[in-house]
């Protein structure tokens, strides 16, 4: 079956440093999808993806889908503390975005 | 909005019990979803439903299952509950297929 995987799986920075966690698929993807997790809480949506080479911004996080569609990366620009949580991408392979599958998530710390 | 609700927050089951984690949204949205995930890990989908009505299997149905007789509401069953089960779920919903608005999620516990 499809499988998602991400590195790193832990990472811990200085506020005011880069982050970036990469997310890389076994199949090509029809189009990805990002979530954020607090500790203790639940995903919360932040972008989707579906065109090759497509690279979206919000604030300080930029998010790129791959050439292939199999890999898509999520880059943070001066780290803050309320960045801290997991991050996990989920891809789908049918077209529908109804059947994700969940990367393994990077956790980020983050101190001052 | 309350948006998507899951009862009960907690629960402790033996081996063998069974139980329903339900699951209610006031979006009106069409699509439904069932995760598990394990301490540290991702989401791993159980069951998922585009309508009422309408249910399919996701990647690890086994041990459980699903209805879904109106828009709101996706409950989950559990039959004869195992140290495997041990988990949080968390119920999903969105509209068509895109972002997905998650409810707090039910910390399972089965000994």
């Known amino acids: 079956g499809q499988q998602v995987m991400q590195i790193p799986q832990y990472q811990h920075v200085q506020e005011g440093e880069d982050f970036t966690t990469y997310c890389n698929s076994s199949?090509?993807?029809?189009?990805i999808q990002w979530y954020k997790q607090r500790p203790g809480g639940h995903p919360v949506f932040l972008i989707q993806l579906v065109k090759s080479g497509e690279v979206k911004k919000q604030k300080r996080l930029t998010f790129q889908f791959g050439e292939a569609k199999k890999n898509s990366s999520l880059h943070i620009t001066a780290t803050q503390t309320t960045d801290v949580g997991t991050y996990f991408c989920a891809g789908d392979n049918t077209g529908t975005a109804s059947k994700l599958t969940f990367g393994t998530g990077t956790r980020l710390q983050v101190t001052l | 909005n309350a948006g998507v609700t899951q009862t009960p927050k907690f629960r402790i089951l033996k081996i063998g019990q069974s139980m329903t984690l339900q699951c209610t949204q006031d979006?009106?949205?069409?699509?439904m979803y069932w995760y598990r995930q394990d301490p540290g890990m991702g989401l791993k989908l159980i069951y998922y439903?585009?309508?009422?009505?309408?249910?399919d299997k996701g990647e690890v149905p086994n041990g459980y299952n699903v209805s879904r007789s109106t828009t709101e509401d996706f409950p989950l069953r559990l039959e004869l509950a195992a140290p495997s089960q041990t988990s949080v779920y968390f119920c999903a919903s969105s509209l068509a297929a895109y972002e997905q608005y998650f409810g707090p999620g039910t910390r399972l516990t089965v000994t």
């Open positions: 979006m009106n949205h069409n699509y």
């Open positions: 439903s585009v309508g009422a009505g309408i249910t």
């Open positions: 199949t090509t993807l029809s189009n």
